[in-house]
């Protein structure tokens, strides 16, 4: 049984559970913008959270704030168990490492991120997250085949709710592929790699027919251009207006230049390294977009007698056009400032090597032999920096969108040392 006193590791697993469920739920619910954006049902937030902050709103009236965060410390508890267990079981992990993963995959739940306290999207995505990759184990390392189902709607759900994670599909279907090469057209399992290349053009019509039902557009959730645009507006010149052949882009643009221009916060503005500048972008990310181009655009594109949505949808499509202007005309600024900021979000240049060095090296003998210590530091050093590029590609690197894989550098730790002692 799951408490038996022949598992002591589950009694303690359950108490350290129960406790802090009793010391969290306690806590004050978190509200931040995000929430009363979920709340207000804005066009340009993922469908998944909000039906889930609503639905708790339907069913429990004024309590369910608190029914939300005892709902999402359920959530995380079992997928937190449930990776846990996949991982110590399928890497045969002594103690101690035992220990430092369950710490680190419980970390988020604690200061200073309490994603279960908050009431914002992470609450639910992390656990979404921590079911997909314990169900790709199971798919790719225990040749549970039945698990694709499981892992389908686990992305569904967790790309319903962030977008960023859509990566995860080509990722798992590469793997897949190299895993049985020319076998892949035997024992049908084409069609669960044709499954897995489907998931993400299921998940965009679902998100956009959400959008078509709710809002009257069918289009997916409209904010990436808006978030992407911010670093091209950050190193852009005054002159890039005149590219523009659309009037209502170049008269958005130079709206957007003049504010942050007399804030002093362009790239041009700053003297100092592109750390420095860098770290500029990076602390007033939000006051560049959300409080800069996002709100101007809808401002200048609203209409009283159209879709009171249509500005965010007009501001989105102005910035996916003006997008890729601002980079070509200042392209070496705007990249060197990109990967100054996917190297912020590693804290240090070391981290970043040893991660890329696991990749190739891992990419090299995956391909000659796919076992599961090979292919593990594959998937997880994978998943890692491309998580880091799209987050760097289309925001500021913040903790908040880098952490769900954090407990795989406990996994690169153990496979890179266990390779390391055969040597010797």
């Given at each position: 049984?799951?408490?038996s006193?022949?598992n002591?590791?589950?009694?303690?697993?359950?108490?350290?559970f129960?406790g802090?469920?009793?010391?969290?739920?306690?806590?004050?619910?978190?509200?931040?913008?995000d929430?009363?954006?979920?709340?207000?049902?804005?066009?340009?937030?993922?469908?998944?959270?909000?039906?889930?902050?609503?639905?708790?709103?339907?069913?429990?009236?004024g309590?369910?704030?608190t029914?939300?965060v005892g709902?999402?410390?359920?959530?995380?508890f079992?997928?937190?168990?449930k990776?846990y267990?996949?991982c110590?079981?399928?890497?045969?992990?002594?103690t101690g490492?035992?220990?430092?993963?369950?710490?680190?995959?419980?970390?988020?739940?604690?200061?200073?991120?309490?994603?279960?306290?908050?009431?914002?999207?992470?609450?639910i995505s992390?656990?979404f997250?921590?079911?997909?990759i314990s169900?790709?184990?199971?798919?790719?390392?225990?040749d549970?085949s039945?698990?694709?189902?499981?892992?389908s709607?686990?992305f569904?759900?967790l790309?319903?709710t962030?977008g960023?994670?859509i990566?995860?599909a080509?990722?798992?279907?590469?793997?897949?592929?190299?895993?049985?090469k020319?076998?892949i057209?035997?024992q049908r399992?084409?069609?669960?790699?044709?499954?897995?290349v489907?998931?993400?053009?299921l998940?965009?019509t679902?998100?956009?027919?959400?959008?078509?039902?709710v809002?009257?557009?069918?289009?997916?959730?409209?904010?990436?251009?808006?978030?992407?645009?911010?670093?091209?507006l950050?190193?852009?010149?005054k002159?890039d207006?005149l590219?523009?052949e659309?009037e209502d882009?170049r008269?958005?643009?130079?709206?957007?230049?003049n504010?942050?221009d007399?804030?002093n916060?362009?790239s041009?503005k700053?003297?100092g390294?592109?750390?420095?500048?860098?770290?500029?972008?990076?602390?007033?990310?939000?006051i560049?977009?959300?409080?800069?181009?996002h709100?101007?655009?809808m401002?200048?594109?609203?209409?009283?007698?159209?879709?009171?949505?249509h500005?965010s949808?007009?501001?989105?499509?102005a910035?996916?056009?003006?997008?890729?202007i601002?980079?070509?005309?200042?392209?070496?600024?705007?990249?060197?400032?990109y990967?100054?900021?996917?190297?912020?979000?590693?804290?240090?240049?070391?981290?970043?090597l040893f991660i890329?060095g696991?990749?190739?090296?891992?990419?090299?003998?995956s391909?000659?032999?796919?076992?599961?210590?090979?292919s593990?530091l594959?998937?997880?050093t994978?998943?890692?920096?491309?998580?880091?590029?799209i987050?760097?590609?289309?925001?500021?690197t913040?903790s908040?969108?880098?952490?769900?894989?954090?407990?795989?550098?406990?996994?690169?730790?153990?496979l890179i040392?266990r390779?390391?002692?055969?040597?010797?």
């Amino acid at each position: 049984m799951f408490l038996s006193k022949k598992n002591p590791e589950n009694l303690i697993l359950f108490l350290f559970f129960a406790g802090t469920f009793i010391l969290l739920i306690l806590l004050s619910p978190i509200y931040s913008p995000d929430t009363y954006s979920y709340l207000h049902v804005d066009v340009f937030r993922f469908p998944g959270y909000v039906l889930f902050i609503r639905g708790f709103q339907f069913v429990f009236g004024g309590f369910f704030d608190t029914a939300i965060v005892g709902f999402q410390l359920l959530l995380g508890f079992v997928s937190v168990f449930k990776l846990y267990k996949n991982c110590s079981s399928l890497l045969k992990l002594n103690t101690g490492y035992k220990v430092i993963l369950f710490l680190v995959l419980v970390l988020p739940y604690f200061t200073p991120s309490y994603i279960a306290n908050n009431l914002a999207s992470e609450g639910i995505s992390y656990p979404f997250y921590l079911l997909f990759i314990s169900f790709v184990l199971d798919f790719l390392y225990r040749d549970q085949s039945h698990k694709i189902i499981h892992l389908s709607i686990a992305f569904i759900l967790l790309n319903l709710t962030r977008g960023q994670f859509i990566i995860l599909a080509p990722i798992l279907a590469f793997l897949y592929i190299i895993k049985y090469k020319k076998g892949i057209l035997r024992q049908r399992r084409y069609i669960k790699l044709f499954v897995i290349v489907l998931l993400p053009i299921l998940t965009m019509t679902l998100d956009s027919s959400y959008r078509k039902i709710v809002h009257g557009f069918f289009i997916t959730t409209p904010y990436s251009y808006v978030n992407s645009i911010t670093l091209p507006l950050f190193v852009s010149q005054k002159e890039d207006r005149l590219d523009f052949e659309n009037e209502d882009h170049r008269i958005l643009f130079t709206k957007s230049y003049n504010t942050i221009d007399s804030l002093n916060l362009l790239s041009s503005k700053i003297n100092g390294s592109y750390q420095e500048k860098y770290k500029v972008f990076h602390d007033n990310f939000p006051i560049i977009c959300n409080q800069n181009i996002h709100v101007k655009g809808m401002a200048y594109y609203r209409n009283a007698n159209e879709n009171p949505h249509h500005g965010s949808v007009l501001t989105e499509k102005a910035c996916k056009e003006m997008f890729p202007i601002l980079i070509r005309n200042n392209f070496k600024e705007w990249l060197t400032l990109y990967f100054t900021g996917f190297l912020y979000g590693y804290k240090s240049i070391f981290i970043f090597l040893f991660i890329l060095g696991v990749l190739i090296y891992s990419s090299w003998v995956s391909l000659k032999s796919f076992t599961l210590e090979n292919s593990l530091l594959l998937l997880a050093t994978l998943l890692i920096i491309s998580n880091s590029l799209i987050i760097a590609l289309a925001s500021h690197t913040i903790s908040r969108y880098l952490f769900y894989n954090y407990f795989f550098l406990v996994v690169i730790v153990v496979l890179i040392l266990r390779k390391i002692k055969l040597k010797i």
